[in-house]
């Protein structure tokens, strides 16, 4: 579903209409999207960048995606499981959470439910007394992934489907269990696929998730529930788009609500397949797909799937690996340091003019918590940075502070790549929202200094992030 279908009006609606769009918003919902402020959780969780989200379960040993809920739970027998590996692997490819499907659409569940016999304590695995949910929940702990868990809202097994009372009853019953068994949970993944027609309690549901896990970013689509936390991206190839806003506005009720894209690892795989190994993405899709997501301010959850001994695939585990190297190795080492000088103020300020910016070091330090605000009144501005000595780099990464909201919409970047004329400014990108992290890539330049001009904001200034670097020096 596309994603612009949930933004109405839309950004640039509001935005040509800049004078009247606050008042219209005020006066609709009582809301003003540039105040619209996220939860401490979700800034948290922004801040993991890279997620996984893993599809194990009878599909697995049935070479099936969607399973019609008949499998016999004795299919279910995965010889070698370690998810150890799995979250060793993950967390080699980056990740620093990981989002157990604890139940897919064909009910089956991965840990021993109370309210079904459709779950592994009817498989042969760990004789019957084994609990998938638990393994990994232990290995994220042990290994510094935060857990999370999604439930499939459709379910093709159990028989109280077709009742929506008596299937709010079951379901909710699970997500309690899910929720007061593996302790904190980072994210609820509530998954729209398939519910067509049904209606579920989902008051019942979030009431049941903010009493146990208050701290838990709910994720859904727009369209199928209001109030979750986090948004679905809208497609599962691995973008967002270049104008990503964190607040959404739906007929004028606005909510902080940022975008995860999900994509599995596997071209449009999410559970294993046998000799399926030529559907692995290539490190040069998933460097883009990093850059189509992370890069325009979005969440990136990759789809891992562990084969039929239980373990992530050789390849899979080696693909993540050399994911992981290349970011290290291109977002590891930023080119600005101490010997920058950064200096900020009006538009069009003249070679050594402007202010020097007293905290510079947050702003240079691209994993900095910490802030450069510009007077609040000031919706233009320029951040000059002059760097010692002439620096080669291909990519820029900015970030704004969003603790206050979101509020920067339209800026360019400059570089001054004449070292005789070093005030002759060439544009390097262009865009509209920065959010949580912008990086935006160009054939490699040798610069003197770099211009960032914010040139329209709809609230006060606030900057989390400017840096450089080399994605050819690996
Ligand atoms: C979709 C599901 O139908 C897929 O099987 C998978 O779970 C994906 C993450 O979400 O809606």
């Known amino acids: 579903m596309p994603l612009r279908s949930h933004l109405l009006p839309s950004r640039r609606t509001l935005l040509r209409s800049a004078p009247f769009a606050p008042v219209f918003a005020t006066a609709l919902s009582g809301q003003n999207f540039a105040d619209t402020k996220p939860k401490p959780q979700q800034l948290a969780w922004q801040d993991l960048e890279i997620g996984v989200l893993i599809h194990f379960g009878p599909n697995t040993f049935q070479d099936r995606e969607w399973g019609d809920g008949t499998a016999a739970p004795s299919v279910f027998d995965p010889k070698q499981l370690d998810a150890e590996q799995w979250v060793l692997a993950a967390k080699a490819g980056g990740a620093r959470y990981l989002v157990m499907v604890a139940k897919h659409h064909d009910g089956f569940c991965l840990w021993p439910s109370r309210h079904t016999d459709y779950s592994v304590k009817s498989s042969p695995w760990r004789g019957g007394k084994g609990d998938l949910v638990k393994e990994a929940e232990q290995a994220c702990r042990k290994h510094g992934l935060k857990f999370g868990i999604y439930l499939s809202p459709w379910d093709r097994h159990e028989p109280a489907y077709k009742d929506d009372a008596k299937y709010d009853d079951y379901y909710d019953?699970?997500?309690?269990?899910?929720?007061?068994?593996?302790?904190?949970?980072?994210?609820?993944?509530?998954?729209?696929?398939?519910?067509?027609g049904h209606r579920y309690d989902f008051d019942r549901y979030a009431r049941t998730i903010r009493t146990y896990q208050p701290n838990a970013n709910i994720f859904a689509?727009?369209?199928f529930l209001q109030y979750g936390d986090v948004r679905w991206v809208g497609n599962e190839d691995g973008y967002a788009s270049e104008e990503n806003w964190n607040v959404i506005d739906r007929l004028g009720y606005l909510?902080?609500?940022?975008?995860?894209?999900?994509?599995?690892?596997?071209?449009?795989?999410?559970?294993w397949h046998p000799n399926d190994e030529k559907s692995l993405k290539s490190l040069g899709e998933l460097a883009e797909t990093h850059l189509k997501t992370v890069g325009r301010g979005a969440q990136l959850v990759l789809g891992l799937a562990p084969d039929d001994r239980g373990l992530m695939p050789e390849s899979d585990a080696l693909r993540l690996k050399e994911f992981g190297a290349?970011?290290?190795d291109v977002y590891g080492k930023p080119l600005?340091?101490?010997?920058?000088?950064?200096?900020?103020?009006?538009?069009?300020?003249?070679?050594?003019?402007?202010?020097?910016?007293?905290?510079?070091s947050a702003v240079l330090d691209a994993d900095s918590t910490r802030q450069f605000a510009a007077p609040a009144s000031e919706r233009s501005l320029d951040v000059i940075a002059q760097f010692g000595e002439p620096l080669r780099f291909d990519r820029v990464l900015l970030r704004e502070w969003l603790g206050e909201g979101q509020t920067i919409a339209a800026y360019s970047v400059d570089a001054a790549t004449d070292a005789a004329s070093p005030s002759a400014w060439r544009e390097i990108a262009r865009g509209t929202t920065i959010g949580s992290k912008r990086i935006h890539v160009f054939p490699a330049i040798r610069?003197?200094?770099?211009?960032?001009?914010i040139q329209n904001s709809i609230g006060p200034v606030r900057l989390r992030g400017?840096?450089?670097y080399?994605?050819?020096s690996r």
């Open 173 to 196: 019953n699970q997500m309690r269990e899910l929720c007061t068994r593996y302790g904190e949970l980072v994210e609820i993944w509530l998954d729209g696929a398939g519910s067509e």
């Open 221 to 223: 689509d727009t369209g």
């Open 255 to 271: 909510r902080y609500r940022p975008v995860e894209a999900d994509t599995p690892l596997r071209k449009r795989h999410w559970f």
């Open 326 to 328: 290349l970011l290290s």
């Open 336 to 360: 600005l340091g101490a010997n920058t000088i950064l200096r900020s103020g009006q538009p069009g300020f003249p070679a050594g003019g402007g202010q020097l910016m007293k905290d510079s």
């Open 447 to 453: 610069a003197t200094a770099l211009r960032l001009r």
């Open 466 to 468: 400017l840096q450089v």
């Open 470 to 472: 080399d994605g050819n």
